[in-house]
């Protein structure tokens, strides 16, 4: 063990709570896994699992963090809590929440790329709470690391987010997280080194939790989490006085009723990875304490004596929404456990409980619930989530969500920054001018490639990123942010297609397909399970096609060479859950089911679709 890392249950003088904030991909959570590792958190007998704080399935998969977590490390007696946040804009209410539990930021910015749009804005939800900041330049080893530059963008970063002088004061460290080396100032680590200098300038930096544990009890909760032995878990930090296991406490909740006032059942603590049961946290320190079923994120667990609220949490507002309905297609109840409305508004209602920057709202049929939230993505790994868990849904194509500012309509705008191969730069920019997208700025990346930033209407960019990946054959990266409001931009478009809609119900045939891919694109396969009303493919005409998909060769004793020809199918369009949400139209739907994505008109009955655009006309 390195002289000064000591992990465990030795005793601690003091506390440091400390965020990891950056823009996507620029390493918080490979940082964290060298932290912990090399503070001896993993035992020997442990497998070190790389990542290991993007523990959800989803989170692995995309190779992205959605939900903030936090673990803890013992540095020179003083006892760390990291909390890791998301880098992508659609989970910033994560930010938002882990930034109340922390008193200082660690700020990583890649050594190539510098700032980005996603730095700016979780730079500036740290500078908005005044705490300070340790800046790490990480991977400076890449070839095309430009350490000194990135430093200077920096600094001009926190100019033109109007940073008090004490907050550009800050420390910089250069390091290469996944090898766990790291030298103070502009460098090159060592072989030998240590992350030894990132954890001393969090002593220097970042201050000692405040908060005197000897006044009255005030703890703010900011997370949720449940167990199938203690039932709702609340998380969150203990602002002043000291939270006893056992002791009676007031629950503070927004509403106009008095304080509950239940006895603490269980009180847990951040132990490396882990949760321990612990006799009691004191002012500055995180906690995790079960016993209150009814808490809720914002709550304020207090002094039963003189029971006083902490202010509520607040987050950015929602920009998107979209309706989440009972399955009604005719193959609903295949493969789902989660079928009904109520259990659907359940689950919504879970969800949440557990994210602030979700809202949900009843609309004029019970069996429909409007869901808001952030973007496409967050929206996207929710229904994942829920597919996942044995749910069936049928959801409509997102939309924004608008203002009346001055009178005036207004739309939210997004910005978007795409790194993309250089020879694609034509492309995106040609794909973004029929989206009303403006080119902000081009800048050279990595080495082949280009950051371009562009300014859009959130409406305008549904969709944007599977037409990038398909454009630029899966190269593209792209991250968006919400810029603010813009009036109304008028119409855009949307896709160049009509839906190839099936005519009745059946199994789709070989022979069927051939003839009707001359005339599209295909969503399907042979021998897939179809409806009327599901649609099977996009035809190149603007306008809806009713196709018989179920149709089998005609058997005769003629035989010739034409009509006997092998039937050669083009592999078909795999329709994702994001994919899908962003192809379709307002009058159709994504069935979503455990074992299957598809596609399908709202009214699956033709005479029935002629009859709402009758009505709508």
Same mark, same amino acid.
């Given at each position: 063990?390195?002289?000064?890392?000591?992990?465990?249950?030795?005793?601690?003088?003091?506390?440091?709570?400390?965020?990891?904030?950056?823009?996507?991909?620029?390493?918080?959570?490979?940082?964290?896994?060298?932290?912990?590792?090399?503070?001896?958190?993993?035992?020997?007998?442990?497998?070190?699992?790389?990542?290991?704080?993007?523990?959800?399935?989803?989170?692995?998969?995309?190779?992205?963090?959605?939900?903030?977590?936090?673990?803890?490390?013992?540095?020179?007696?003083?006892?760390?809590?990291?909390?890791?946040?998301?880098?992508?804009?659609?989970?910033?209410?994560?930010?938002?929440?882990?930034?109340?539990?922390?008193?200082?930021?660690?700020?990583?910015?890649?050594?190539?790329?510098?700032?980005?749009?996603?730095?700016?804005?979780?730079?500036?939800?740290?500078?908005?709470?005044?705490?300070?900041?340790?800046?790490?330049?990480?991977?400076?080893?890449?070839?095309?690391?430009?350490?000194?530059?990135?430093?200077?963008?920096?600094?001009?970063?926190?100019?033109?987010?109007?940073?008090?002088?004490?907050?550009?004061?800050?420390?910089?460290?250069?390091?290469?997280?996944? #090898?766990?080396?790291?030298?103070?100032?502009?460098?090159?680590?060592?072989?030998?080194?240590?992350?030894?200098?990132?954890?001393?300038?969090?002593?220097?930096?970042?201050?000692?939790?405040?908060?005197?544990?000897?006044?009255?009890?005030?703890?703010?909760?900011?997370?949720?989490?449940?167990?199938?032995?203690?039932?709702?878990?609340?998380?969150?930090?203990?602002?002043?006085?000291?939270?006893?296991?056992?002791?009676?406490?007031?629950?503070?909740?927004?509403?106009?009723?008095?304080?509950?006032?239940?006895?603490?059942?269980?009180?847990?603590?951040?132990?490396?990875?882990?949760?321990?049961?612990?006799?009691?946290?004191?002012?500055?320190?995180?906690?995790?304490?079960?016993?209150?079923?009814?808490?809720?994120?914002?709550?304020?667990?207090?002094?039963?004596?003189?029971?006083?609220?902490?202010?509520?949490? +607040?987050?950015?507002?929602?920009?998107?929404?979209? *309706?989440?309905?009972?399955?009604?297609?005719?193959?609903?109840?295949?493969?789902?456990?989660?079928?009904?409305?109520?259990?659907?508004?359940?689950?919504?209602?879970?969800?949440?409980?557990?994210?602030?920057?979700?809202?949900?709202?009843?609309?004029?049929?019970?069996?429909?619930?409007?869901?808001?939230?952030?973007?496409?993505?967050?929206?996207?790994?929710?229904?994942?989530?829920?597919?996942?868990?044995?749910?069936?849904?049928?959801?409509?194509?997102?939309?924004?969500?608008?203002?009346?500012?001055?009178?005036?309509?207004?739309?939210?705008?997004?910005?978007?920054?795409?790194?993309?191969?250089?020879?694609?730069?034509?492309?995106?920019?040609?794909?973004?001018?029929?989206?009303?997208?403006?080119?902000?700025?081009?800048?050279?990346?990595?080495?082949?490639?280009?950051?371009? *930033?562009?300014?859009?209407?959130?409406?305008?960019?549904?969709?944007?990123?599977?037409?990038?990946?398909?454009?630029?054959?899966?190269?593209?990266?792209?991250?968006?942010?919400? #810029?603010?409001?813009?009036?109304?931009?008028?119409?855009?478009?949307?896709?160049?297609?009509?839906?190839?809609?099936?005519?009745?119900?059946?199994?789709?045939?070989?022979?069927?397909?051939?003839?009707?891919?001359?005339?599209?694109?295909?969503?399907?396969?042979?021998? *897939?399970?179809?409806?009327?009303?599901?649609?099977?493919? #996009?035809?190149?005409?603007?306008?809806?096609?009713?196709?018989?998909?179920?149709?089998?060769?005609?058997? +005769?004793?003629?035989? *010739?060479?034409?009509?006997?020809?092998?039937?050669?199918?083009?592999?078909?369009?795999?329709?994702?859950?994001?994919?899908?949400?962003?192809?379709?139209?307002?009058?159709?739907?994504?069935?979503?089911?455990?074992?299957?994505?598809?596609?399908?008109?709202?009214?699956?009955?033709?005479?029935?679709?002629?009859?709402?655009?009758?009505?709508?006309?």
């Amino acid at each position: 063990m390195r002289t000064g890392y000591h992990c465990g249950l030795m005793a601690t003088t003091s506390f440091r709570n400390v965020a990891l904030i950056a823009h996507v991909d620029h390493g918080k959570t490979t940082l964290v896994d060298a932290m912990l590792s090399a503070t001896d958190v993993f035992a020997a007998h442990e497998k070190h699992v790389d990542r290991v704080m993007d523990s959800n399935d989803q989170e692995r998969e995309r190779g992205i963090t959605i939900l903030a977590k936090a673990a803890s490390i013992i540095w020179k007696g003083t006892k760390i809590n990291i909390v890791d946040t998301p880098g992508h804009a659609d989970f910033g209410g994560e930010v938002e929440r882990a930034l109340e539990l922390v008193d200082g930021v660690l700020l990583l910015v890649d050594a190539a790329e510098g700032p980005m749009p996603q730095t700016r804005y979780v730079l500036s939800k740290a500078l908005g709470r005044h705490i300070p900041t340790v800046v790490i330049i990480n991977k400076v080893d890449r070839g095309d690391a430009r350490a000194e530059e990135v430093a200077d963008e920096i600094y001009e970063l926190f100019f033109d987010l109007d940073a008090s002088d004490h907050h550009i004061e800050f420390p910089i460290i250069s390091a290469i997280a996944r #090898e766990g080396r790291s030298v103070a100032g502009i460098g090159m680590p060592a072989a030998d080194a240590d992350l030894a200098p990132i954890l001393d300038a969090v002593l220097e930096t970042i201050p000692a939790t405040s908060g005197n544990a000897a006044a009255p009890l005030q703890a703010i909760v900011t997370n949720l989490d449940a167990s199938d032995y203690l039932g709702r878990l609340a998380i969150g930090r203990v602002v002043q006085g000291t939270l006893k296991a056992g002791d009676q406490i007031a629950l503070c909740q927004n509403t106009d009723e008095p304080p509950v006032r239940r006895r603490l059942t269980q009180l847990m603590g951040f132990e490396g990875l882990g949760r321990e049961d612990v006799d009691e946290r004191v002012a500055g320190d995180l906690f995790i304490v079960a016993g209150f079923p009814d808490v809720e994120i914002g709550d304020t667990l207090a002094d039963p004596t003189d029971p006083q609220p902490l202010p509520r949490l +607040t987050v950015d507002e929602p920009v998107l929404r979209m *309706t989440f309905g009972v399955n009604t297609s005719p193959l609903a109840g295949v493969s789902g456990k989660f079928l009904t409305s109520r259990q659907i508004r359940d689950r919504l209602e879970k969800e949440v409980l557990g994210n602030v920057s979700i809202k949900i709202e009843n609309t004029a049929s019970p069996e429909i619930i409007e869901v808001a939230g952030r973007g496409e993505l967050q929206l996207a790994v929710l229904i994942e989530s829920m597919r996942r868990e044995g749910f069936e849904l049928q959801v409509s194509r997102p939309q924004v969500i608008i203002k009346e500012i001055d009178g005036v309509r207004h739309e939210p705008v997004e910005q978007a920054t795409v790194d993309i191969p250089e020879e694609y730069v034509g492309i995106v920019t040609q794909a973004a001018a029929p989206r009303k997208g403006r080119v902000l700025d081009i800048r050279a990346g990595a080495t082949g490639r280009t950051i371009l *930033t562009i300014s859009a209407p959130a409406r305008g960019l549904l969709g944007f990123r599977s037409l990038l990946m398909t454009a630029t054959r899966g190269t593209a990266l792209i991250n968006q942010r919400h #810029e603010g409001w813009m009036p109304w931009a008028g119409e855009l478009p949307h896709r160049t297609g009509g839906a190839m809609s099936a005519d009745r119900i059946g199994v789709s045939t070989g022979f069927a397909l051939d003839n009707l891919q001359k005339r599209g694109e295909m969503f399907i396969g042979p021998v *897939t399970d179809v409806y009327e009303g599901m649609i099977i493919g #996009e035809s190149t005409r603007n306008e809806e096609m009713v196709v018989n998909v179920t149709k089998g060769k005609q058997l +005769t004793n003629i035989r *010739t060479h034409s009509t006997d020809d092998a039937i050669k199918l083009k592999p078909h369009k795999v329709m994702t859950l994001e994919l899908a949400i962003e192809w379709i139209s307002d009058d159709e739907l994504v069935e979503v089911t455990p074992d299957a994505i598809r596609v399908r008109k709202r009214h699956l009955s033709e005479s029935d679709r002629k009859r709402a655009r009758k009505q709508a006309s």
